[in-house]
């Protein structure tokens, strides 16, 4: 600034250009008042059309009619956005008829387009050839224009476009008063809509308020909602307990789309910010649904969708959708409006749920009073009339509803007992209810009936009323009687039965005993803890894994009902057997049992008799075991003495054959000798089976004992000692002195094969014991039983290695030995020999403590003899002449026996059976001197063939041949007997001694025969 001049005084003084300077200064100063005098007129103008209280359409016409004289405008639009580049006049000045209804599209981007966006204005000159500008514009001739965003306190929300038809640009300084006043234009577009809308809300409310049923309130929500928030559509979704979102009515859209809101509102519940009960709105409904892996198909129309919650406070209830076929976004305060809409829409649909559960509830009462299988009433205070009853208690009494209905308790005589009335009334009034108190009606007949009543005040009609429930128990009282009679009756029962009986709770472990069931153990009732444990401590612990089985599988439904046989401890230590049986009776609804009840039987008596029965039932097993293995030795021996007995005859006549001087005889005489030992053998086994014979003459036990010494000890070795314990005068016994040498000496020798190598020591003892004083652990025979009085008793002990119960099974069995193969004959010769006497053996043994065998004999009272020695008489051959009949089925014996005869000069016709011999003898029947006789053949045995051969001929006589021991074959009766026996095996000696027998003695025929 350059510097001023000064006068004389020292004041500044202006020059020329500074004046020039000041004046263009206060014209702008004042040009600039002057433009703000006339903007701030032109706004307050355009404020006071904006705030007159007339309808919205009237207030847009005024102002843009304003806007065009105020700004010398031809052309005035107010453009509402409809879609992606179309907007529809909301209000126009200057525009012909035909325009006003009809959207105006322009490319995109054009100018409104551009204003809309970046909410600045847009001046342009020369409008008429420029792309960006309206067509509708360009075909009204505007050649200026400025296009201005329409802003409100959230958003844009639409264009006001001015133009001039000259070459007349708007002014900057226009443009900038022109914002100003678009944006009160659109302050006063959203007071007005949201006041629109606030009275549509209300008017909404008021129309969905007035129904009460769910699906109609839905249905006129949905309706009115797309005029309220300025939607083309609109549906609502509600939760649905038995699946997924259910669309329940929609509006303005294809009834084809529902499944798609249905699965947006059950994603959108689960997932999005509905949680906190916001709106969800979106611009484009497929890029949206993407995020949510949502498949929408591109058909569907909806673009922009915004989503409000049903419910209230924390309960979501389903979705409201308003929806719109543009872009076109919901703005901020419609989404406040769409948010009161939908709490009015929820409490209208709470209300008509309100009113739903209180109309069901009326009728479950209504269907509850009048069709209970209880009698209700219903009665006023205080007066006590009937109101209504239910069919219940028209029938129990047998009133009718007319009869019924305004009268009182006290007038129909009711209560057989009116003091029951009083006390029921005086306690219902003090505290508002009487339950289960049993009293007396009487029915309209007279009948008594015994019920239980209980009553509760109700207010019906804020008047208050007493509710009562009657239950007849009349039948229950009598079926109360006729079980205690019946309990009566069972627990005379469970006397007569001996039961004891147990009834269990399981739940607290609480256990009723009756008496007996304490008796049975030895207590008396106050001494058994009432609870499970004392059955669980007393039950043998033997039994008690089993038992626990068992009852848990019971208890588990497993089983229908619970049975065992266990042992209990008695109070006295011992144990008895019970059969114990019960069932659960109860089980709650999961299955679980709450009651079990049994009975408890005392079965030791039968226990032992079933245990006997076992034990009989084995011991009759070994019986039938020994006979069969009796029959099958004895046919065995019988077949071999046959093959034996042509060895050795044949042997005996080859030896006779041969010179003095022949070496072949040293071998034959041995091939004798151990044909004479197989005999021994088969001797022996008969004697096993009992079927030798048995020479019964009294002996003195004892002497005979001692004579048996000098054998008994030339048997044991010498570490082994023999000791006796013998009575000076021993008992007499029925026997066979050569057979109780046998007897004892295989006894004493398996004695000494106990002992073994080691030192040991046998003693031999005899004694006499009464039949009722014998006791033994095992008695062989197996069937044997004592018969009579008294016993003499021959016992063998030894210290050797004893036996086991396995063992002690089969120690008399033929060739068992524990020492090793080919041995174990005497044990089974001594039982065979002992039961051919009548007599037993018993054995007592342990393992490692050795055995003790007693041999039991029938006591004789006969003197006994002093036994002889035994001579073996040296017979000569018997030479002879005749012919001999020789019936045999083995043709071995035959050719053996024929040879044996002819060397004793005798002739020989053979027969191969007893028809054969029959037919044979017939023909020469004067001509034979005897016939031998074989006692087993097939189709006629000996017995049969001898009588046939005496009927033909009286006086012949027989030689009766067998492997058999003589007694045997002799024993029963039979109509004739033979002359002589001859026992297989036998030789040239053998069958000369039954030769001079049979000729000697006459025949004998039995008086029956």
């Known amino acids: 600034m350059p510097p001023h001049d000064l006068n004389q005084s020292g004041n500044s003084v202006i020059g020329g250009d500074d004046v020039q300077r000041l004046r263009a200064a206060h014209n702008a100063a004042r040009q600039a008042a002057q433009a703000a005098i006339r903007d701030t007129t032109r706004l307050t103008r355009l404020l006071t059309i904006l705030s007159d209280p007339a309808p919205l359409d009237l207030l847009l016409d005024r102002a843009l009619a304003a806007l065009s004289e105020l700004f010398a405008a031809d052309i005035v639009l107010l453009l509402d956005p409809v879609g992606t580049g179309t907007f529809s006049p909301l209000a126009a000045i200057g525009l012909p008829e035909d325009m006003i209804d009809r959207p105006m599209a322009e490319a995109e981007p054009g100018y409104v387009a551009v204003a809309m966006h970046t909410k600045a204005p847009v001046l342009k000159t020369e409008v008429g050839a420029d792309p960006k500008v309206d067509p509708q514009l360009r075909e009204l001739g505007a050649e200026t224009a400025v296009w201005l965003p329409v802003l409100d306190a959230h958003d844009a929300r639409g264009v006001l476009i001015l133009a001039r038809c000259r070459p007349l640009p708007f002014a900057h300084s226009d443009a900038d008063l022109l914002v100003a006043m678009a944006y009160r234009i659109g302050l006063a577009l959203e007071q007005a809509q949201r006041n629109t809308q606030l009275k549509q809300i209300v008017a909404a409310g008021r129309e969905i308020g007035h129904h009460l049923d769910e699906s109609i309130v839905g249905a006129e929500a949905v309706r009115l909602l797309p005029a309220v928030v300025g939607a083309d559509a609109a549906a609502l979704v509600l939760s649905n307990s038995s699946g997924p979102p259910r669309c329940v009515t929609q509006v303005g859209v294809d009834p084809a789309w529902n499944h798609v809101w249905s699965r947006l509102t059950d994603t959108l519940l689960r997932y999005s910010r509905l949680a906190g009960s916001l709106p969800y709105c979106t611009t484009d409904l497929h890029a949206a649904t993407e995020q949510f892996a949502l498949d ?70 209504s269907t509850a009073f009048q069709w209970s299988p209880v009698a209700n009433t219903l009665t006023s205070l205080p007066e006590g009339k009937f109101l209504d009853v239910n069919e219940t208690f028209l029938r129990d009494t047998g009133y009718t509803r007319e009869e019924v209905i305004g009268q009182t308790h006290f007038e129909l005589r009711i209560f057989d007992n009116p003091v029951d ?47 009562s429930s009657i239950i007849d128990i009349t039948k229950h009282k009598s079926a109360e009687q006729e079980l205690r009679e019946s309990e009566e009756r069972l627990k005379l029962a469970l006397m007569g ?56 599988s019971h208890l588990a439904g497993e089983t229908p009902h619970f049975e065992t046989e266990h042992r209990f401890r008695t109070e006295s230590g011992k144990c008895i057997w019970v059969l114990d049986k019960g069932k659960v009776t109860h089980r709650d609804g999961q299955g679980r049992p709450l009651r079990f009840v049994g009975t408890c039987l005392d079965i030791t008596e039968a226990k032992q008799i079933q245990s006997e029965r076992l034990s009989m039932e084995h011991q009759k097993q070994q019986v039938w075991r020994a006979e069969s293995l009796s029959r099958m030795a004895g046919g065995i021996t019988h077949h071999f003495n046959n093959l034996l007995g042509a060895v050795m005859g044949n042997l005996e006549l080859a030896l006779g054959d041969l010179p003095q001087e022949a070496d072949a005889r040293l071998r034959v005489a041995e091939a004798m000798k151990a044909s004479h030992r197989a005999a021994e053998i088969s001797q022996l086994m008969l004697a096993y089976l009992g079927q030798t014979s048995v020479k019964q003459e009294p002996l003195n036990l004892a002497e005979a004992t001692r004579e048996a010494l000098p054998l008994l000890l030339s048997s044991i070795p010498k570490h082994v000692r023999l000791k006796t314990r013998f009575p000076s005068q021993g008992p007499t016994i029925l026997a066979d002195g050569v057979h109780l040498k046998q007897i004892l000496t295989n006894l004493v020798s398996n004695s000494a094969e106990a002992i073994g190598e080691q030192a040991g020591e046998i003693v031999v003892e005899i004694g006499v014991t009464a039949a009722s004083d014998m006791r033994a652990s095992r008695f062989f025979p197996l069937d044997w039983e004592p018969h009579g009085a008294r016993y003499a008793c021959v016992s063998v002990a030894d210290t050797g290695c004893g036996l086991d119960a396995a063992t002690m099974e089969r120690i008399f069995d033929p060739f068992f030995s524990t020492k090793f193969t080919g041995r174990g004959l005497g044990l089974a010769v001594v039982l065979g020999l002992v039961r051919a006497h009548g007599g037993a053996v018993a054995v007592a043994s342990q393992p490692g403590a050795g055995a003790t065998f007693r041999v039991y004999f029938p006591e004789s009272e006969q003197d006994a003899q002093v036994p002889a020695r035994e001579s073996v008489p040296i017979s000569a051959a018997l030479e002879g002449e005749g012919l001999v009949l020789l019936v045999d089925d083995e043709p071995m014996i035959r050719t053996m026996a024929s040879a044996l005869l002819a060397r004793l000069g005798y002739g020989v016709i053979d027969a191969r059976d007893g028809l054969d011999a029959v037919e044979k003898f017939r023909i020469r029947k004067d001509d034979f001197l005897l016939v031998i006789l074989d006692l087993t053949m097939p189709l006629m045995d000996g017995w049969e063939t001898l009588a046939a051969l005496r009927a033909v001929r009286s006086d012949i006589p027989v030689v009766l041949s067998s492997g058999y021991d003589e007694a045997q074959v002799m024993r029963g009766h039979h109509s004739e007997q033979p002359q002589a026996f001859l026992r297989k095996p036998y030789g040239m000696k053998d069958l000369t001694a039954a030769l001079r027998a049979a000729c000697s003695v006459p025949p004998v025929t039995s008086k029956e025969g």
């Open 296 to 365: 929408v198909p591109k058909s569907c129309p909806v673009r922009a969708l915004l989503a409000i919650p049903v419910g209230r406070e924390e309960r979501v209830r389903g979705l409201l959708y308003a929806m719109r076929y543009s872009t076109r976004p919901f703005r901020p305060d419609t989404l406040q409006v769409a948010t009161l809409y939908a709490d009015q829409l929820s409490a209208a649909l709470e209300n008509a749920r309100l009113y739903r559960a209180v109309r069901e509830s009326e009728q479950r009462f």
């Open 497 to 552: 039965a001996d039961l004891g009986m147990w009834d269990w709770n399981v739940v607290t472990g609480k256990v009723g005993f009756n008496s007996r069931w304490a008796e049975m153990l030895g207590y008396s009732p106050e001494e058994i803890e009432p609870h499970v444990r004392t059955w669980e401590m007393l039950i043998h612990s033997d039994d008690t894994s089993y038992v626990r089985e068992v009852l848990n």
């Open 421 to 467: 009335q009083a006390e029921i009334r005086v306690e219902l009034l003090d505290h508002g209810q009487v339950y289960a108190r049993e009293c007396r009606f009487r029915t309209k007949s007279g009948h008594i009936l015994i019920c239980l009543i209980s009553v509760s005040m109700v207010a019906i009609d804020d008047r208050p009323c007493a509710l």
